[in-house]
Structures are given as structure tokens and as C-alpha cells.
């Protein structure tokens, strides 16, 4: 258990909660003292991941099987947690997967919109469901999930940039709300998504990518832990007014915004759009 709890009390609401990198932030969130809803599609997983935080940490874990490319079912998720335990205080927007790989015009046009889908759609969903809660409450904060793909990964590429955009202006729409949103890229992390992406990458032809995959998938992928503190960090009151910003979990050295964060939103430090002079 962490000294000194950041999210002590907290409520927080984590789509994609049952396994990898949803499942390890849930982790570090229970350690830092939160109560949580774990949001996914796969109920078997669910009911696991929270029994185990309950078991580890003694945490209040309630689950809700969600499909985040369904509006009802992001509403209900969001519901279920505020009638459960009267607030969300974070949301966490983590759901994803790794869409088709291969050339733009060779994929399946259904499964490259699902993929958009799932990433764009499920968080403009979860954000459209728990503003409105947040705005009652005059305070809050999301963090949703970004991340880098490139040539013959085009769906999920283009998903996670859009989720990118959509956080700075959301950013902007809730100034002096008291609401936070920032985006977290954590890098290449071994997880069945990273081996889903292999295993396409060779049937595709694409040695690059494949190769990039079975070295994530052989031990030298970027640190889940890390991802999971910049959540935290990023969920809790130690980000401060931090909004609008993407933090490279695996390349920025994030331990160092809390004590710089009038700087940081000052400048265009973090920003999609960077200027370089």
C-alpha cells in the first residue's frame, strides 16, 4: 500500500478494467486507496480482476459488463457506479483494441470502423455520460487513453490521435469547470493486445511491425507500472489544474509536472500540436 494515498475515498470508473493495462491501473488506483467500477466486455475477467483487488487490497470493487461501442451500455456503466456509490470522481477511459493490420485498402471496412468505434466512440460515450455528474459537482477528472500505431495500422492510429484532439478541446469546453481531461500514451506494453498485433503483423507481411512485436512480447515492451502511476497521477488531485495535455508515460518524465504545472499550461508543452521554433 502506497504511504500516502492519492485517491484516498475516490471513486473511479475504469472501462477495459479487466485485463492489461485497464486491469493494472485498477490495481494502482485500489492501492491508492479508490473505490472502483471496472467496466468491460468480458464479465469472467471482470468478476477476476476485481476479486483479486478485493482479496489484495480489501477495496470496494463492483463490476458492470459493458460494451463501450454501445451508448446504453456506457449510460448504465456510468449509472450503475453513481448509484452505487453516489459519485465518480475519475473516469478512466481505457478501452480498446488493436484493429486489423495491413494497407489501408486491403482491411475489412467493418472491422476498421469498429475499431474506431471502440476507441472514439466508447470515449466520447463515457465523457458524454459522467460530465454531467462532474459539472454538479464542480469538479472531476477523465483520463483517456492514447498511443501511437503508423503505416498498416491505420484504424487504431487514427482513433488514438482523434482521442488526442478530442481531449484538448474538451479541455478547453470545460475551463473553470473544475473538470480535468488529459490523454496518457504508455507506450508498447506486453499485453494480448501487443500479441494479437504480432501474430497479424506476420500474416500481413509487415517484418517491421513484427518484429517490433515479438520484442514488446519478449520482455522489452515499455513498463505497465509506469502507465499506471501516470493514471494515477493524472486521476488524482496531484495533476492540480493540469487539462488538455498527452503524457507519454514511456518518454516524459511525468514525475516532474505536478510541481510545474502553471508552467506547463502556459506553453504548449504536451500539446498535439506542438511549435518548435
Not at 491508492?32 to 470493487?61: H, K, M, W, Y
Request: with cysteine; hydrophobic share 40%; proline share 3%.
Amino acid at each position: 500500500m502506497a504511504d500516502s494515498q492519492r485517491l484516498d475515498g475516490k471513486v473511479a470508473l475504469i472501462t477495459g478494467g479487466g485485463r492489461g493495462i485497464g486491469q493494472a491501473i485498477a490495481r494502482a488506483y485500489a492501492a491508492e486507496g479508490a473505490r472502483l467500477a471496472l467496466a468491460a466486455r468480458t464479465d469472467a475477467e471482470l468478476q477476476q480482476t476485481a476479486q483479486g483487488i478485493r482479496d489484495q487490497f480489501g477495496s470496494d470493487v463492483i463490476t458492470v459488463r459493458t460494451d463501450v461501442t454501445d451508448r446504453a451500455q456506457v449510460d448504465n456503466a456510468v449509472a450503475r457506479t453513481i448509484d452505487h456509490y453516489g459519485v465518480i470522481d475519475t473516469l478512466v477511459n481505457n478501452a480498446g483494441n488493436s484493429g486489423q493490420i495491413g494497407p489501408l485498402w486491403t482491411l475489412d471496412p467493418d472491422r476498421w470502423a469498429n475499431t474506431i468505434s471502440i476507441h472514439i466512440l466508447g470515449t466520447y460515450y463515457g465523457c458524454r455520460a459522467a460530465i454531467p455528474h462532474m459539472l454538479e459537482r464542480g469538479s472531476g477528472r477523465i483520463v483517456n487513453m492514447s498511443g501511437v500505431g503508423g503505416p498498416n495500422d491505420t484504424s487504431y492510429d487514427a482513433a488514438k490521435i482523434a482521442i488526442v484532439n478530442l481531449t484538448e478541446n474538451l479541455s478547453v469546453e470545460l475551463a473553470g469547470a473544475g473538470i480535468t481531461v488529459n490523454a496518457i500514451s504508455p507506450g508498447s506494453i506486453h499485453t494480448r493486445m501487443w500479441e494479437e498485433v504480432r501474430d497479424m503483423a506476420y500474416e500481413a507481411g509487415d517484418m517491421e511491425m513484427y518484429e517490433k512485436g515479438v520484442q514488446v512480447t519478449s520482455g522489452g515492451g515499455a513498463s505497465i507500472e509506469r502507465a499506471a502511476e501516470l493514471a494515477v497521477m493524472l486521476g488524482s488531485d496531484q495533476c492540480g489544474n493540469l487539462s488538455g495535455r498527452l503524457i507519454r508515460a514511456n518518454l516524459d518524465t511525468f514525475e516532474d509536472i505536478p510541481a510545474n504545472v502553471d508552467a506547463i499550461m502556459a506553453a504548449d508543452t504536451y500539446l498535439l500540436r506542438r511549435v518548435n521554433p
